[in-house]
């Protein structure tokens, strides 16, 4: 009983059995059209998506084959299945060498090439599934859902592009709040591992002797509670990506077991002798400074040197003030979906509140904010009322300080971290005005008219 029905087209050089094929798929629902040569073939190919195409081996012009390459190189998502009446071993495995889904010897039998093309329909689906799901991954996990424009972000996202597809080790540097998980997820989306685990260890959640047998797993009665035997992270991760945040709290024994994986990829499980060998990126991730807890003997340095290959800095929320804005926007849109709400925006007093607030928990405090003002608020737009309390006393001291400078404007809140960000922009290209104006995306006299507005010189800078 067919379940399935697709546009298949038929490919044959004898009109009569040509006819007797595409008749028997039309009356299995299939939408099928005809085709007696293979370049005719190719040009219909061009013209419309075929889900399955039915070609004999043997054509007058180009033989299947030559039909099979181009289809592989020009229509992938086509299923193709080769017919021949001289059914030989060697050219069997040529069409599947080359691509082909099946490969039938004639006289075909009605219901086994039934079967044959309800398997490609089937394998089809399933495709599309996973091409859906993957996009649902990417949109969800991918690097379109970092947002930010500030250079410094855009610094790592051209870094996090550049390791994404390779086996390197990461090591992602931050405060916390800061989005380092998410940073993860975007490597592991982007790599050629996405269709493989992600797993993720805080490892400052765990007492140090949960935590060696939650990445190494443990034997059953290894210790007081282990009751069974008890797979671990390094193991589920195999083939993927392990994350390991908070990688600054593992103890000298554990640190002594991360550097055997990372050098020989193997590892025992806590009380047991039988080593396994895992294929794993690894991921690591701290708000310490690793190079002060070397020199203290707090971190191991062989460690240190192993993990530290591809160093990421998270920037704080309060060195991109200038992507609050742009926070702000994406994820309203976010909340106001999520909660079922249609509130316009954040009014110019509560954005400037915002840009005056230091925001010491980062990107991860701003979200919560947003959510919690939008889940709060009555009228179309937030207001200051509507904010957090410390926000609110914040913007107060602000305000009073503004005041006795005789300012208080929105234009004056964005100036001074427009300021900051061009001074250290500046500063990261050695005063290259050249290269600042293109790690900012502006031109040249944009730059200069911007310093001058500021006031932004080289000697002042270090008489600073």
């Known amino acids: ?247 600054a709290t593992a103890s000298p024994s554990l640190q002594v077991k991360l550097l055997r994986v990372l050098q020989d990829h193997e590892f025992e499980a806590v009380g047991d002798n039988k080593t396994h060998t895992v294929d794993i990126r690894l991921i690591l991730a701290t708000n310490q400074n690793l190079e002060d807890m070397v020199a203290k003997g707090e971190f191991r340095q062989d460690l240190y040197y192993r993990i530290n290959v591809i160093t990421l800095t998270q920037p704080a929320l309060r060195e991109r003030m200038s992507d609050i804005p742009l926070l702000i926007e994406h994820y309203l849109k976010v909340y106001n979906e999520q909660i079922g709400k249609s509130i316009k925006g954040f009014d110019a007093s509560a954005i400037q509140a915002m840009l005056k607030y230091s925001w010491p928990g980062n990107v991860r405090e701003l979200i919560n904010v947003i959510e919690r003002s939008v889940v709060l608020t009555k009228g179309e737009y937030i207001r200051v009322h509507d904010l957090p309390e410390q926000i609110r006393q914040e913007q107060a001291y602000a305000l009073s300080a503004d005041n006795r400078m005789g300012t208080g404007s929105l234009k004056t809140a964005l100036a001074n971290p427009e300021r900051q960000i061009i001074i250290e922009a500046l500063e990261a290209n050695g005063w290259n005005r050249q290269n600042t104006a293109k790690a900012l995306g502006i031109n040249r006299t944009t730059l200069y008219k911007k310093m001058k507005k500021y006031d932004i010189d080289f000697e002042k800078q270090l008489m600073h």
Request: net charge negative; glycine share 8%; proline share 2%.
């Open 1 to 247: 009983m067919k379940t399935n029905s697709g546009s298949l087209l038929v490919v044959d050089d004898d009109q009569y059995i040509l006819e007797a094929m595409a008749d028997y798929l039309r009356s299995l629902g299939h939408r099928t059209e005809t085709s007696l040569t293979c370049l005719d073939a190719i040009e219909r190919l061009k013209e419309f998506p075929f889900q399955v195409v039915v070609c004999d081996v043997n054509l007058p012009d180009q033989d299947g084959f030559h039909l099979l390459e181009w289809a592989k190189e020009n229509a992938p998502d086509t299923a193709v299945i080769m017919l021949t009446g001289y059914g030989t071993i060697e050219s069997a495995v040529e069409a599947i060498r080359l691509g082909a889904f099946e490969y039938l010897t004639k006289p075909v039998i009605d219901e086994e090439l039934s079967l044959a093309i309800e398997r490609c329909l089937d394998q089809r689906q399933v495709v599309e599934e996973n091409k859906t799901l993957k996009a649902q991954l990417d949109q969800r996990f991918g690097l379109a859902n970092i947002v930010g424009q500030d250079y410094k972000m855009q610094k790592m996202f051209d870094l996090i592009e550049s390791v994404a597809d390779t086996r390197t080790t990461v090591l992602i540097l931050g405060e916390n709040g800061t989005g380092k998980t998410m940073t993860a997820r975007a490597i592991h989306q982007l790599s050629d591992r996405c269709n493989q685990p992600f797993v993720e260890v805080a490892c400052g959640a765990l007492p140090d002797s949960l935590l060696e047998s939650e990445l190494f797993g443990h034997k059953a009665g290894s210790f007081t509670g282990a009751t069974h035997d008890k797979i671990g992270k390094f193991l589920q991760a195999d083939g993927g990506t392990l994350f390991l945040d908070e990688i």
